[in-house]
């Protein structure tokens, strides 16, 4: 549902964009709504993901091991390395 | 004449195009956490993994939203501070966790009273409630 309401987003951005540059904004919004959706998209594919891993532990009764353990946290390192990359306060907001 | 437009102009309205989009977003999470890892978990060291799997879970739209440079400047400046403030407390996490473990283990040695792994066992729990909010927050900024 998620690929077909980004899919059909872009679109309508494209055609907007496409046209004279009275319906830029319009362009713009539909670009904005269509990321949206698209970091629904990552979030909800992650969050399941999550959840499946969850499910083993409960279902093996255990914990996660050193080496799950060791994953898990350079992953949210690496994520949370990510994010304070983004230089948000140049005019723009680029990297 | 005024040609017809081929977008309704209702569409070009940025507060409520925010607020559809914002309402989807929500009712997508919420259909997502019916089965959340946090009420799959049944121990104190389930629940431990199960937040930072959720954290994990929920970094990554919060850093592609971060990176975004189609998403408006503000709204991704409030996701970086709220992400920045989440680390503060997922590091506390870390540092309870070790004490944790080290208490289970002189508990089950018998070098150590129960008392010791009580408060280690609380101090982790409400680690984990701290930082669940604090994804609450950063889910609905998302």
Same mark, same amino acid.
């Given at each position: ?10 679109? @309508?951005?494209? @055609? /907007? ?39 083993? @532990? ?12 060791? /994953? ?24 | ?142």
């Amino acid at each position: 549902m998620f690929d077909t309401i980004t899919t059909f987003l872009t679109v @309508l951005a494209r @055609l /907007a964009a496409a046209r004279n540059g009275v319906d830029d904004d319009v362009a713009r919004f539909f670009r904005i709504g269509a990321s949206l959706v698209d970091k629904g998209a990552q979030g909800k594919d992650a969050f399941e993901a999550a959840t499946a891993k969850m499910r083993e @532990l409960v279902d093996e009764n255990r914990s996660m091991t050193d080496e799950e353990n060791l /994953a898990l946290e350079e992953s949210i390192a690496d994520k949370l390395a990510r994010a304070a990359a983004v230089d948000l306060n140049t005019e723009g907001g680029h990297e | 004449m005024t040609p017809k437009r081929l977008i309704d102009p209702r569409l070009t309205d940025p507060f409520r195009f925010f607020i559809f989009f914002m309402l989807f977003g929500l009712v997508a999470l919420a259909a997502a956490c019916a089965n959340s890892p946090l009420s799959l978990a049944e121990t104190v060291e389930q629940k431990y993994d199960a937040v930072r799997l959720t954290y994990d879970a929920l970094l990554t739209p919060a850093v592609a939203a971060i990176e975004d440079e189609a998403l408006p400047i503000e709204a991704r400046r409030q996701i970086q501070s709220l992400v920045q403030q989440s680390a503060t407390v997922y590091a506390l996490g870390i540092d309870l966790y070790v004490e944790y473990r080290a208490a289970r283990a002189a508990f089950a040695a018998g070098d150590s009273p129960e008392s010791r792994l009580r408060i280690a066992t609380d101090n982790l729990e409400r680690w984990a409630d701290r930082l669940e909010t604090v994804l609450d927050s950063i889910a609905l900024a998302l």
